[in-house]
């Protein structure tokens, strides 16, 4: 097997995931203007429940990383009891369900928020779509 190669749920997971990683980290998930004169505007990480978006980024990165590491080094992943692909599936379903949480939980939403959500669902078909080709 070509360890080089990527598959299309892969490539979609690399994409949609470096996508995440930065809008996480950058756009702004909540937008709440006081009184017309001030402006806030903060991302995922930060409160409220940043948290959730911490863990979400975490996850985000280990499957970035399950895909990207086995082709840049000379060694492949070691072997589990699980599949890595199931692996990488639960990694993208928990990725979802968190944004997912911190999406309901508050208001004031941004447009980082919507995309955010999007791309966490990108990235969980994705790994569906690998686990289930192999």
Do not use: C
């Amino acid at each position: 097997m070509d360890r080089t190669a990527t598959s299309t749920g892969e490539r979609l997971v690399l994409a949609a995931g470096a996508l995440l990683v930065f809008d996480l980290l950058f756009l702004p998930w909540y937008h709440i203007n006081i009184g017309g004169l001030l402006p806030i505007d903060r991302t995922a990480l930060e409160p409220p429940q940043g948290w959730l978006a911490v863990l979400a980024w975490l996850g985000t990165l280990a499957l970035l990383a399950q895909i990207v590491v086995p082709r840049l080094g000379h060694h492949a992943l070691p072997r589990l009891s699980w599949s890595w692909s199931r692996i990488a599936l639960v990694e993208g379903l928990a990725v979802l369900g968190l944004l997912l949480i911190k999406f309901l939980a508050t208001g004031y939403l941004g447009f980082g928020a919507w995309l955010g959500i999007l791309l966490a669902g990108a990235v969980a078909y994705g790994t569906w779509v690998d686990a289930t080709r192999r």
